[in-house]
């Protein structure tokens, strides 16, 4: 079966994202909208919906391979994706997760997977983990490695973490996730994913660093921007959905659903627009 390009309906190509072009429409009351994204087709229609960062995900285990967990992932599954999603994207900004096991045991060994993750097309990589990191996030920042921290449920360490559960719910949990931000902030982290954690800290360390664009996922809607795994927001993902997660393509009191591109527009939409998340379904 053969692939015919067709011609080409994508609109104007839109102004490359950059960290200070992001860090702008911050401080200009813009919200960010990350999707993941793991293949080339995906990433033009992600972009041409408008949404303004890209995340090739360890997820991908998950929603790709089929595993019940991140921790399978391996660095060359991540190169793999991540230079797909490249040769794919035009404008946004392009991050890729650091797998389990490839970058915890020194900062060399983080510097050395992210170089190869760099060399894939991204532009910036993210890992997972707090106070025990800031010499990783720091040694790859020095050397001109953006990066992007992730506190809250961190899913590579869902085993220890005891399961999928909200962090931070108490004064002391919320205490060590606004120090391991602050800290990770001042190791030249530029972007923090704060996952599964009660509103109010999504507030707290958002105003706590007013130089990191934080970005929510189960976090409230004071954060600088929402992410959310593509096949969440599609409907598609099997098993029960988080109740922060809402499927983009259900219409209320229509048996009609919207396609991918039209989903993909609410999503961007709802989220600039203080739509999404709704705080009353959050209730952490």
Known sequence: MSVHPAESTAPAARQAMSLPRLRDLAARG???TMLTCYDATFARVLEDAGVEILLVGDSLGNVIQGDTSTVPVALVDMEYHTRCVARGKRSAWLVADLPFGAYERSPEQAFDSAVK??????QMVKLEGGGVLVDTVRFLTERGIPVCAHLGLTPQRVHALGGFRVQGRDDAGAAVLRADAKAMAEAGAAMLVLELVPSSVGRQITE??????????GAGASTSGQVLVLHDLLGITPGKRPRFVRDFTHVPGSEVGLGIRDAVRTYVDDVKALRFPDESIHGF
């Open 30 to 32: 813009e919200k960010l």
């Open 117 to 122: 993750l760099m060399r894939a097309g991204a």
């Open 208 to 217: 706590d660093n007013p130089g990191l664009l934080t970005i929510g996922i």
